[in-house]
């Protein structure tokens, strides 16, 4: 990633990395590209798991880690790649495709996310590794807090989905394993060469496209990838984090009209928020599936992605900035700038 958007560098993490070593499964994705940059930057040494040869491409020229090829898997053999490792940063997951069997999909989810980070787990308590962070997701908790209510350690876990419920399994194996561990449950991820529904998002405002969400009030927890990062890095090293399942968002909590505007002003443009009844889109019948059907034309998203776009998940990430004393380096305001300026230079370059 390049230095004039990123700013993911000399953030005075306050604490001695001492050369620690790392491993970071999914090294080479949108999360763990810039988690590796981040750790380089810090003077750690990077050993970086990728599931292809020459997946690194994200990394800056000038980085320098030692790639290991591997799939997530319950029977690969890390051993070579955990040799005098301290600490694991495990963010290899399968995610969702839209396009995926239902049938099957249990079983897939699980064998990938729960039952292979289960053999990492215990094969890094093997290996002495110091601390395993793990980044599970939302989705291990459910799709949607109650309206005025925030999701926190207390809430019980009713995830609604394959996936979801095999990164709760996986964030039980990891409670359980013998070794000083971290649990991060993350929201969306914002940021520079995001993907998906979020890109989709910029790309329709960004083309002036007609979204029916001007009088959405819904309440939506989300974090930058700059902050994410920088909250890895801080419960990888800080004691008061060990043994802790933690959410992760901004301070902000966005409506979803709310993070349109704030999309349209970094981008320098008003997005054309068209003023639709929220009724219109959750009533059965032909009013509903035609207000749904003029937003997935203006940005071809899921079902579950127009649910998200109109309803709450809200968490509370007090703990891990009280308790654990992570202060995020990043307004979202500032996160969504390194978003579109990112979005800008890539839409730069294809116009080339």
Known sequence: MGDSWSGYNNLG???????KRAFITGANGFVGSALTNLLLDQGWKVRAGVRRPGAMNRLGSEAFVEVVVGELDPKTDWREA????????????RVHHLKEEKQGAEEIYQAVNHHGTKAL???????????FVFLSSVKAVGEHSLPGQRWDANTACRPMDAYGRSKRDAELAVKAANLDTVILRLPLVFGPEVRGNMLRLLEAVADNKSLPLGMVKNRRSLIGLGNLVHAIHH???????????LFLSEAKVFSTPELIRMIGDSL?????????PPVFFHVAGAAG???EAILRRSMPISRPMVARLLGDLEVDSGPIRDEIGWTPPYSAEEGIQQMT?????MKR????
């Open 349 to 352: 370059s294809l116009e080339v």
């Open 82 to 93: 955990l040799e005098g490792v301290d600490t694991v940063f495990h963010l290899a997951a």
């Open 268 to 276: 320098g443009c008003r997005p054309r928020l068209l003023k639709v």
């Open 13 to 19: 993490l306050g604490f001695s990395s001492c050369m």
């Open 289 to 291: 599936s035609s207000f």
């Open 235 to 245: 419960v990888a090293i800080s004691p008061k984090a060990i043994n802790r399942t």
């Open 341 to 345: 300026l990112w979005f800008r230079m």
């Open 121 to 131: 787990l215990d094969q890094a308590t093997r290996a002495d590794v110091s601390r």
